[in-house]
């Protein structure tokens, strides 16, 4: 039997895939994190560039309002930034469309797009249309990150705490569609230097977590009590459901009262919290909680996305 | 009835999508060229932004050698930098597949594409994999241009000769899976100041002329003995096979005698070929050649790309 995508999963895919990859010096961060960087910008500014596809079907439906599919495309790409501390500026749209596509569907997709990119500083810049016989809609990004505030996912250490931003689980209700992404949030937390670590929950803690702690050499414990969930929803689809848009971050235990009640000033209306900790590898504890995360391949993710 | 993505051409249904666009000072080039031109890099450089989609039974199928599919993918983005005389640099590839794809078949087509990208200093900086019914592979690049260099397909002039590289039609029987891209030929061309537009022709001549000749608020003359077909190809066929990845461009016809001979001497085995005149609105003249050259959504295309 000829192995196929079902029977990796998609990171052990990308791992694969990209393996015989041979980078320059100009590259500060390749695959791997929530954006690349590398150099080229003046006055300490490194150059930041993401890509970004949502399926037919997969991550949206032609039953949803057009136009929320169209800023779900664009917030998903900003909140990428975010996790970066980073800011977008130019962005190319590709659209992959069955030939039987309504016309006023694709100009409501479009003018969400346009709606948000505009509110957020973005210009869009280009793209493509091509046939297919699925709905894609793919969106690359580039911008700029002060080279001193780069955070990659990789930078967090044993006796870090873990936390997140905001309220998790339950978000295809419909929070996926209009979700803030957390770009302002983003930029004031990659600015502290207590924070070592930060990406987007973008798969579910459950899938995302581990990433962070595995790019970083280290497990985690959590604390299941403290998990911040949405309202609804139990610690289970806090941890699994996904697509909460949300930041999770390593930061320094010391730091973590100044930090957090910084925070509260700054972001009054959105929750900071702490549900575990980072540890050494080989002291880490898988949580017992129900369901694991999305993984575009092996696919034990929500009914939407199944 | 609904109006469709069948009813409209490719070009009208990115002018409507694009349209209520708003584009800000850092924009030198927006859609509508082979690549958009954004500024922000030191030392007189543009930064250069593309995104290109392959979509599998369209652009390639699993019958073909899988790491030419994937030369391919990353070729046509070469060939579009080369159009405008700019370097790529970063390039960044989304993967959509269906579960059932083999990790073999794809491990060849990303093989194909780190050779190529190696080649051509590029470096795959990352990227995504996401699940879906069709396979689609789009490439997403950024690169620089010399801010004097920088070459739109909108600066042709009256009078302007019509002049193509290399040699037209018949692509799809091979050569649309090996062709170089004109990457340094571009650069060398985009440093004439004889050359006043370009673009490389990926949908054939007969849709990419007049789409420059529109661009630059003109119309065009062809001298149809004068294209050159390649081997086994009529004129019907370089007109409208398309794949082609040469480029296209306009010479001021005072300077095309000099460019034709220093262009002899840097690429004595490729061809330039007069072909035609750009001429005031008004005055143009359709040839009278069969096939319209390829439109992804009114598909008057090649066998394939139905």
Redesign the interface.
């Known amino acids: 039997m000829?192995?196929?995508?079902?029977?990796?999963g998609?990171d052990e895919?990308?791992r694969?895939?990209?393996s015989?990859?041979?980078?320059?010096e100009?590259?500060i961060?390749?695959?791997?994190?929530d954006?690349?960087v590398?150099t080229?910008?003046?006055d300490g500014m490194h150059?930041v560039?993401?890509?970004?596809?949502m399926?037919g079907d997969?991550?949206f439906t032609m039953e949803m309002p057009a136009d929320l599919v169209g800023r779900k495309a664009i917030a998903r790409v900003i909140s990428d930034f975010g996790a970066m501390g980073a800011l977008p500026?130019?962005a190319?749209?590709?659209?992959?469309?069955?030939?039987?596509?309504?016309?006023?569907w694709?100009?409501d997709v479009?003018?969400g797009m346009?709606r948000i990119?505009?509110e957020y500083?973005i210009?869009?810049?280009?793209?493509?249309?091509?046939?297919?016989?699925?709905l894609?809609i793919?969106i690359?990004m580039?911008g700029?990150v002060a080279a001193s505030k780069n955070l990659k996912r990789s930078g967090a250490c044993a006796g870090d705490l873990v936390v997140v931003t905001g309220q998790l689980g339950g978000s295809l209700r419909g929070r996926h569609l209009t979700f803030e992404p957390r770009a302002t949030e983003g930029e004031w937390l990659a600015g502290n230097p207590a924070v070592h670590a930060m990406m987007d929950l973008s798969d579910g803690l459950a899938k995302d977590l581990p990433r962070m702690a595995a790019a970083s050499g280290l497990e985690f414990v959590l604390d299941e009590a403290a998990l911040p969930c949405a309202e609804g929803c139990d610690a289970n689809q806090a941890w699994s459901d996904g697509e909460d848009y949300e930041l999770l971050m390593a930061v320094d235990s010391a730091d973590w009262p100044e930090l957090s009640a910084a925070w509260g000033k700054a972001f009054p209306l959105l929750s900071l919290t702490m549900i575990g900790r980072f540890v050494e590898a080989g002291s880490g504890c898988r949580p017992a909680l129900l369901g694991g995360g999305w993984d575009?391949?092996t696919?034990a993710g929500s009914t939407l996305k199944d």
Chains 1, 2 share one sequence.
């Open positions: 000829k192995e196929t995508l079902n029977d990796i998609e895919l990308i694969r895939l990209m015989g990859v041979v980078l320059d100009t590259v961060l390749g695959a791997g994190d954006c690349a590398v080229g910008l003046p150059l560039l993401k890509t970004d596809a399926v997969v991550h500026r130019h190319m749209i590709t659209l992959v469309a069955p030939g039987e596509t309504p016309v006023a694709l100009l479009y003018r346009i990119a505009d500083g210009n869009l810049v280009g793209g493509e249309t091509c046939r297919g016989n699925q894609v793919s690359s580039t700029s575009h391949f696919a």
